[in-house]
């Protein structure tokens, strides 16, 4: 294998960014004629997929006997540095590379669908101002992520983490004289920052553990003596994984990805589908030895996917933003995937990131589609019968919907049915919170679909829209970030496609054409993860192929769980009746029903459930109110500590140092020194004057003093003698 191939994948997005930043700055009106911003963008992209493929290509054609790794040089020689147990070991760390099975398929999911939102979005973005901006803030996410996902070592990846932070609060903010956006990417960046907090400090704990962050010399070190490490895994692993709740959007630090559709729709298509908000799904797969040497962080990571999973699907069937929809939907998907990863299904957790990389991105981009269409409108309530004016992107759509409804035999089917089955297996309660959650994904999704796109099209104005009144106008800065206006974070609407009178059309081809690519990757996506009885065999290929990421514990090899085909076909049925089951309720409420009536009957009966949902079980004011008005709180009482304790303080030593040491030793110096000294000189003086009076210089005068001298003595004498 080629290292400079390897190296020129990240590095060509990276040179994309650059060439095309230099032109945004030079001109940050871009000029009509955009065409060398699309060659290099779409160039440097394309270019970088190709590579990755033939890496790929490469790697397989060569065995997978093992992972190939290569250092170009060592990035932090820090020298020594202490180690647990006494142990002292040379920290240093090396710009290194690693190419496994699991890097081959992020790099596969990375570099291609970001090369298709690429071709998408110059199509969707075409009549946009900053287009330039718009493409180098792409091309420099592509090559955060390619880091991310090619780094050999935690601190690489950690390089390529907080880099798609940074590209995520550029690309979010992107309508940067919007506040809605501003605020929106602000609140993405501090909610990364927190759950980067404990990422780092787990990376510190690893090498204060194994002496390095070297991915195979930890996992070797951890997987050849599991017993010395068990006590130290679960710290390391909680804390790595605040960091996945941050970068993932899990419970407690998810609430940055919905507002985060502020941004241009293939900003959510590409961060919020396909790349960034998988990369902490990657990091726990990443670090599967670690974290099966801790059942106890093992349980945290299911428990808390399962609670995303449930918690941000019920969200999802009351919202009526096509793109909000979707944005919970995300979250609940990646709860599935930690939900996976919890109970030991790391395969199927990279199979569901893989499937819904696909129907996801498909999902969002053709949301983008639709909003193109409308005028810019993404209010559900205010389209409908857009089957006759956009057929394409109805297709894909409904293909998207299948898929991620999880009926067979689309993509999303094969890995979602894979997770339940192995959480059946391990915990019966968080089995059940994923079969709600499935319920909740088909009928909110199929809501979406109907709504959208059968019935007639309802595009007059929806009286009583609760977004078009900003909810908390004159607000600071401070508490908007963390609950936006719905109405200002329309940013589609807002920027570039303002909404037109005329019917809605069909959008170009460059975006209908992605539609389709997705649209047929999700339909024969889930192929390489067929079970046993549709004669995919045991284990699956797909689990055969990520296999060897799977390392040994203590000499015993991982094993995949096997279920009688009763227990498999049960299971399955299972699958496929709550999708259908979600199916149904949506086709009862917003299909057969074009006018909506009994939905609206039922949201009225169940008003405070609605409204519970509708606000999104009011986390954000609960946020708002607790951390971000306790902060504002707790700086206002420390600004008073300071003004009148702290200062008060300061002032009292101020006042006693002039008045004790100042005006006292003024005092002091004035009538005590200067007293003492001008008193010498006062008695010198007078004791000078009264003598000089006795120096008269006649003799008579002498003499008269002489005798008066020898009287006095004399009557002395006599008076004294006994």
Same mark, same amino acid.
Request: glycine residues 12%; positive net charge; charged residues 10%.
């Given at each position: 294998m080629n290292p400079t191939i390897l190296l020129l994948i990240p590095l060509l997005p990276a040179l994309g960014a650059l060439i095309n930043g230099l032109r945004a700055a030079a001109n940050p009106h871009t000029p009509k004629n955009r065409t060398v911003t699309n060659i290099v963008a779409l160039g440097s992209t394309g270019l970088s997929a190709l590579l990755a493929t033939w890496t790929v290509i490469g790697y397989v054609s060569g065995g997978m006997s093992s992972a190939f790794q290569h250092a170009w040089y060592t990035w932090i020689p820090a020298g020594l540095g202490h180690v647990g147990a006494g142990n002292i070991a040379s920290f240093a760390v090396d710009f290194a590379f690693r190419i496994d099975t699991?890097?081959?398929?992020?790099?596969?999911?990375?570099?291609?669908?970001?090369?298709?939102?690429?071709?998408?979005?110059?199509?969707?973005?075409?009549?946009?101002e900053g287009y330039t901006r718009f493409f180098t803030y792409l091309n420099l996410f592509m090559f955060m992520m390619l880091l991310l996902v090619l780094g050999a070592n935690y601190m690489v990846m950690f390089v390529g983490w907080e880099g798609v932070g940074l590209c995520s609060y550029l690309l979010i903010g992107f309508y940067y004289d919007k506040n809605s956006a501003a605020d929106a990417g602000k609140k993405a960046f501090v909610a990364n920052r927190i759950g980067d907090f404990g990422f780092i400090l787990g990376i510190f704990y690893i090498f204060n553990t194994f002496g390095?962050?070297?991915?195979?010399?930890v996992f070797a070190l951890a997987?050849?003596?599991?017993?010395?490490?068990? =006590?130290?895994?679960?710290?390391?692993?909680?804390?790595?994984?605040?960091?996945?709740?941050? *970068?993932?959007?899990?419970?407690? @630090?998810y609430v940055w990805l919905p507002d985060a559709m502020a941004g241009p729709t293939p900003v959510s298509a590409l961060i919020h589908a396909a790349t960034m908000v998988t990369a902490g799904v990657y990091m726990v797969v990443r670090s599967n030895v670690l974290f099966r040497l801790s059942p106890t962080a093992m349980l945290v990571v299911a428990t808390v996917g399962a609670v995303t999973a449930i918690f941000a699907a019920t969200i999802g069937i009351a919202q009526n933003d096509i793109k909000?929809?979707?944005?919970?939907?995300?979250?609940?998907?990646?709860?599935?995937m930690f939900l996976a990863a919890g109970v030991g299904a790391y395969t199927a957790a990279i199979f569901h990131v893989m499937t819904h990389a696909f129907f996801k991105a498909c999902l969002f981009l053709g949301?983008?589609?639709?909003?193109?269409?409308?005028? =810019?409108?993404?209010?559900?309530?205010?389209?409908?019968?857009?089957?006759?004016?956009?057929? *394409?992107?109805?297709?894909?759509? @409904?293909?998207?919907?299948?898929?991620?409804?999880?009926?067979?035999?689309?993509?999303?089917f094969f890995s979602k049915d894979e997770i339940l089955a192995t959480t059946f297996e391990h915990h019966g309660f968080l089995y059940f919170l994923g079969m709600v959650a499935a319920t909740c994904t088909a009928f909110y999704m199929f809501r979406l679909y109907f709504m959208t796109f059968s019935g007639d099209y309802r595009a007059a104005h929806v009286e009583g829209h609760p977004e078009s009144e900003p909810e908390h106008a004159g607000h600071d800065i401070i508490p908007s970030m963390l609950h936006l206006d719905d109405g200002d974070a329309h940013s589609d609407k807002a920027h570039g496609h303002h909404a037109e009178s005329h019917a809605p059309h069909e959008s170009p081809w460059s975006m209908t054409g992605v539609l389709w690519v997705l649209a047929i990757l999700a339909v024969v996506g889930g192929l390489v993860g067929l079970p046993e009885m549709f004669g995919g065999g045991h284990p699956t290929w797909f689990q055969r192929w990520l296999l060897?990421?799977?390392?040994?514990?203590?000499g015993e090899r991982f094993e995949f769980a096997e279920a009688g085909h009763m227990q498999d076909a049960l299971l399955i049925l299972s699958s496929i009746g709550v999708a259908t089951l979600g199916w149904f309720i949506a086709y009862i409420l917003y299909k057969k029903d074009p006018s909506f009536a009994l939905a609206t009957r039922l949201r009225l009966k169940f008003a405070f459930l609605h409204r519970l949902l509708e606000n999104k079980y009011y986390v954000d004011e609960f946020y708002n109110t607790?951390?971000?008005?306790?902060?504002?709180?707790?700086?206002?009482?420390l600004s008073w500590f300071d003004a009148h304790i702290i200062d008060g303080i300061v002032n009292g030593v101020r006042n006693v140092t002039v008045i004790l040491l100042g005006h006292g030793s003024w005092l002091f110096d004035?009538?005590?020194?200067?007293?003492?000294?001008n008193g010498v000189g006062s008695t010198a003086r007078g004791s000078s004057r009264l003598f000089r009076k006795l120096q008269s210089g006649f003799v008579q005068n002498y003499a008269l003093v002489m005798g008066g001298g020898i009287v006095l003595i004399a009557a002395v004498y006599l008076f004294t003698k006994p």
């Open positions: 699991l890097s081959c398929t992020m790099l596969l999911i990375v570099t291609w669908i970001g090369f298709l939102i690429h071709v998408y979005a110059t199509g969707y973005m075409a009549h946009e390095t962050a070297d991915y195979g010399k997987s050849a003596n599991p017993a010395a490490y068990t =006590g130290v895994a679960t710290v390391i692993c909680i804390l790595l994984f605040v960091g996945a709740c941050g *970068k993932s959007a899990q419970i407690p @630090l909000k929809v979707l944005a919970y939907s995300t979250v609940s998907q990646l709860g599935f949301a983008g589609s639709v909003i193109h269409g409308c005028g =810019g409108e993404q209010d559900m309530r205010k389209m409908g019968g857009l089957r006759k004016y956009m057929p *394409k992107t109805r297709m894909t759509m @409904l293909i998207a919907c299948i898929a991620i409804a999880g009926f067979p035999p689309l993509a999303g060897p990421v799977l390392l040994p514990l203590g607790v951390f971000v008005g306790g902060t504002l709180a707790f700086s206002r009482a004035r009538f005590v020194v200067d007293g003492a000294v």
